[in-house]
């Protein structure tokens, strides 16, 4: 009886050990050492390398302590890994993928990488030549509004990848989630510098098999960005500066620690709102901008319409807006999306968009350079 409960007690320790065994396992494949591939600016994405796959880890931007993705890249001409750690496959080079934002596909045009782009969302919003045409020619599919895709459409293509912006809370994603094809959830928005966001770049490299020309565009724009800051570094008056228009009830800001805080900053300005945190837009209420930015002495704002904004106009749509000094100086600086590829371009060429704003902020700087997106409005 003894050696029948000694071999039952065996049995049990043996049983309760293999799940942690296997979670050894796992742990040490995922410690394995690799190559970190060096990220200089960005605060979200983290990558790095072993003998027969990689792993990339996106950072959860809203919650430092955890983690938003995580996925394990492997080369589709190769033998796939025996052993892999925890994530998400994803099979590369990418050559079949389902791109929601024109963002990314102004970016990946600029890789030499348009023709892995086999359908978009919302393409009534998107101004890109390239991708129009392709649509046209039937090599690009309308996969319908992003907040709910065509999924019969998606699932026709057999997407290798589905490229889309996350969002705090969001809830995931609904259908797509379900076609057994990896989301690679872009937080690029969510970096807390201009060239932050534009290191994302070298991940869309790897991606798409093109890292040597995503490396040389990326190093490209850091020099530029970092020869532009030094200039401006040497202004001796930083006028003040806030951005945007009221939408229904709420003023929406850029906060302190946002790219746009961060390029008025490296343009030589004071951003008004510079004391807020957060990395992304933060409602206020209209009194309280009004308080804060009455004496500002530049305003920009982005619109979408067949025609310039005026100063007449602002006052029609709020009649408050007249009291900023920035309205009363005529001092307001706009840019219409509706001509200007604005979201297509500033994104990952930062150094575009504050060249802009110097030349805006200090006129004796950058002689012979005029401004591309902003421009004074029109009385």
């Given at each position: 009886m003894i050696k029948y409960f000694r071999f039952v007690l065996t049995a049990i320790c043996i049983i309760i050990a293999l799940p942690a065994c296997k979670n050894q396992k796992n742990a040490s494949l995922h410690t394995t050492p690799g190559d970190t591939v060096s990220f200089r600016y960005s605060q979200i994405l983290q990558i790095v390398r072993h003998h027969d796959y990689t792993v990339a880890t996106v950072h959860n931007p809203w919650d430092s302590l955890k983690i938003l993705h995580t996925y394990i890249l492997i080369d589709k001409n190769e033998p796939r890994p025996s052993q892999l750690p925890e994530g998400t496959i994803v099979q590369t080079p990418l050559a079949n993928s389902l791109v929601y934002s024109s963002v990314h596909c102004s970016i990946l045009e600029e890789l030499h990488a348009l023709n892995s782009i086999k359908a978009v969302c919302d393409l009534k919003y998107i101004r890109q030549e390239s991708i129009l045409d392709k649509h046209a020619k039937g090599e690009i599919i309308d996969a319908g509004n992003s907040m709910?895709?065509?999924?019969?459409?998606?699932?026709?293509?057999?997407p290798d990848a589905i490229l889309l912006s996350p969002f705090e809370n969001s809830g995931g994603y609904g259908q797509i989630e379900k076609l057994n094809?990896?989301?690679?959830?872009?937080?690029?928005?969510?970096?807390?510098?201009?060239?932050?966001?534009a290191e994302w770049i070298r991940f869309f490299g790897i991606l798409f098999g093109k890292e040597k020309e995503a490396d040389t565009l990326f190093y490209h724009i850091e020099n530029e960005y970092l020869s532009l800051k030094k200039t401006a570094a040497s202004v001796n008056k930083r006028p003040t500066v806030f951005s945007e228009l009221k939408s229904g009830s709420a003023w929406y800001v850029a906060g302190g620690n946002s790219t746009v805080g961060q390029l008025f900053k490296d343009a030589g300005a004071n951003y008004i709102f510079s004391y807020l945190p957060a990395s992304g837009s933060v409602p206020l209420s209209?009194?309280?901008?009004?308080?804060?930015?009455?004496?500002?002495?530049?305003?920009?704002?982005?619109?979408?319409?067949?025609?310039?904004?005026?100063?007449?106009?602002?006052?029609?749509?709020?009649?408050?807006?007249?009291?900023?000094?920035?309205?009363?100086?005529?001092?307001?600086?706009?840019?219409?999306?509706n001509t200007i590829d604005f979201y297509e371009r500033t994104p990952f060429h930062p150094e575009c968009l504050l060249k802009d704003f110097i030349k805006i902020f200090h006129p004796n700087l950058l002689a012979d350079y005029q401004p591309i997106f902003f421009s004074k409005l029109p009385n």
């Open positions: 709910n895709p065509d999924i019969e459409k998606i699932i026709d293509i057999r094809a990896p989301i690679i959830e872009c937080a690029d928005y969510m970096e807390t510098s201009p060239l932050g966001r209209f009194e309280t901008v009004f308080d804060k930015c009455q004496h500002a002495e530049f305003w920009f704002i982005k619109y979408n319409q067949t025609h310039n904004k005026t100063y007449k106009e602002l006052e029609m749509e709020f009649a408050p807006y007249t009291h900023f000094k920035a309205f009363k100086d005529r001092n307001i600086y706009g840019c219409n999306t």
